[in-house]
């Protein structure tokens, strides 16, 4: 039987971390990932996600972006290596201490929005986000974009980490994520996105929006909890992939010896 994860990016809006919302995706997920004080996130907000998340038995992870909360981290930035590096140590940081509160720890990290972006393509901003995580903790994986350099970037900083594919947005022909600037870059469809969802598990492809089958071979799907419909989607998606047989698995961290 394959394993898939099935991780959402949360408590990047407190009107949804608080009325319930957020947690209404969580049934259908297998990871969560918080946002940290950079684009959004404060010390309630990470509270509260993680309660709601270890109430359904979620692996938690750091969801670091740029400290941009007007533009909610998805516009690029060119900041200094060390200034990126600083900042998601510190984000970073700060989920960890209140997760071990707790009494758990991060599973792992996932970039957020423009960082994200950007890092599939720039090897320089790939290897200041694994030097920021491993100033942290070498004991996470980092998700990166599935079939991208940065990948490539955190497996030669030593981390552990996961190629990760995304069910409820379109490609680019290249592999990477056509830009929310386009109508069409969300799949808000929930039938669509369960199938987007097993073109990933069974083929190790998603069709881009031109049409093109590009390999996306992962090991974690992320659903944006932003996302039009989100719970459907959610819901959607889970199911289609448990009708295929698909185990739906936190991600798990190797241990140092194997």
């Known amino acids: 039987m394959s394993r898939m994860d099935l991780n959402c990016d949360m408590g990047e809006v407190p009107e949804a971390v608080n009325d319930g919302s957020q947690e209404s995706l969580m049934p259908f997920l297998t990871s969560a990932n918080v946002a940290c004080g950079g684009h959004a996130g404060d010390v309630s907000s990470m509270k509260t996600t993680i309660e709601q998340a270890l ?72 290897e200041a986000i694994a030097s920021g995580v491993s100033r942290w903790s070498r004991d996470v994986i980092l998700v990166g974009l599935a079939g991208s350099l940065m990948l490539d970037a955190f497996r030669q900083a030593g981390l552990q980490v996961a190629a990760e594919a995304f069910a409820d947005r379109r490609y680019e022909p290249d592999g ?46 992320c659903i944006h909890g932003d996302t039009p419909g989100a719970p459907k989607i959610a819901a959607a998606v889970a199911q289609a992939l448990r009708q295929a047989g698909v185990e739906l698995s936190a991600l798990r961290r190797r241990s140092k010896d194997g």
């Open 55 to 126: 109430h359904w038995n979620l692996a938690i992870g750091a969801h670091p972006g740029y400290p941009d909360r007007g533009n909610f981290g998805r516009l690029e930035l060119s900041l200094p290596a060390e200034t990126i590096a600083d900042s998601v140590f510190e984000q970073v940081r700060a989920l960890g201490e209140i997760a071990a509160g707790f009494g758990v720890s991060l599973t792992h990290v996932k970039p957020h929005g423009a960082l994200y972006n950007q890092a599939a393509r720039n090897r320089a901003l790939a």
């Open 176 to 221: 990477t994520l056509r830009s929310r600037k386009f109508e069409n870059a969300l799949i808000s469809d929930p039938a669509e996105a369960g199938q987007q969802a097993l073109h990933i598990v069974e083929r190790g492809t998603v069709v881009a929006h031109d049409g093109t089958e590009i390999a996306a071979s992962a090991q974690t799907i």
